[in-house]
């Protein structure tokens, strides 16, 4: 067996196995940017993350469309890349006092959980034209466009404030 479930021998299973993995990471982020902004010192940052709370609330309901639309039950499987991400971003900013420092590293595993996400969305949208659901890709295309938002937003709070306070 490889790296999926021996279930999936279609580009179909495939589908929802990754709709299946990208639902599990929005929720377990849901749960965890509650202590990221309780971290965060900056207030830019603080909002920033605040903000993406409520647009990941937002991506919950549009991968449960995309469950709906596709005709399958909306259900998570475990996703251990999100989970070592979260678990690793919770490590380090334990690790780290200098408030600026702290707030950089939040940025830095922000990026990282974004970069995923990006990742998971892009490869589900290229599927869902492939299987010719383009009423799923362009569902999962409105969480891609902010994922990409956030990250450049993160990116320009990093560069023009959080790392020249850091360093």
Same mark, same amino acid.
């Given at each position: 067996?490889?790296?999926?479930?021996?279930?999936?021998?279609?580009?179909?299973?495939?589908?929802?196995?990754?709709?299946?993995?990208?639902?599990?990471?929005?929720?377990?982020?849901?749960?965890?940017?509650?202590?990221?902004?309780?971290?965060?010192?900056?207030?830019?940052?603080?909002?920033?993350?605040?903000?993406?709370?409520?647009?990941?609330?937002?991506?919950?309901?549009?991968?449960?469309?995309?469950? +709906?639309?596709?005709?399958?039950?909306? &259900?998570?499987?475990?996703?251990?890349?999100?989970?070592?991400?979260? +678990?690793?971003?919770?490590?380090?900013?334990?690790?780290?006092?200098?408030?600026?420092?702290?707030?950089?590293?939040?940025?830095?595993?922000?990026?990282?959980?974004?970069?995923?996400?990006?990742?998971?969305?892009?490869?589900?949208?290229?599927?869902? &034209?492939?299987?010719?659901?383009?009423?799923?890709?362009?569902?999962?295309?409105?969480?891609?466009?902010?994922?990409?938002?956030?990250?450049?937003?993160?990116?320009?709070?990093?560069?023009?404030?959080?790392?020249?306070?850091?360093?």
């Amino acid at each position: 067996m490889g790296f999926f479930s021996k279930d999936i021998k279609t580009l179909d299973d495939l589908f929802i196995h990754m709709l299946r993995d990208i639902y599990y990471a929005e929720k377990k982020i849901e749960r965890t940017l509650p202590k990221m902004i309780g971290e965060a010192t900056d207030p830019q940052l603080k909002a920033g993350f605040e903000k993406h709370l409520e647009q990941t609330r937002g991506h919950i309901d549009r991968v449960e469309q995309v469950f +709906e639309l596709h005709g399958v039950k909306a &259900k998570a499987v475990n996703c251990p890349a999100i989970d070592g991400i979260l +678990e690793e971003a919770d490590k380090v900013s334990g690790d780290i006092d200098d408030k600026e420092v702290l707030d950089a590293a939040l940025i830095a595993s922000a990026q990282a959980v974004e970069h995923y996400e990006m990742t998971r969305y892009g490869t589900l949208i290229a599927w869902a &034209k492939q299987l010719g659901r383009s009423d799923c890709a362009n569902v999962l295309a409105k969480n891609l466009k902010e994922e990409q938002a956030t990250d450049r937003k993160l990116t320009e709070i990093a560069e023009n404030r959080i790392n020249l306070l850091a360093a």
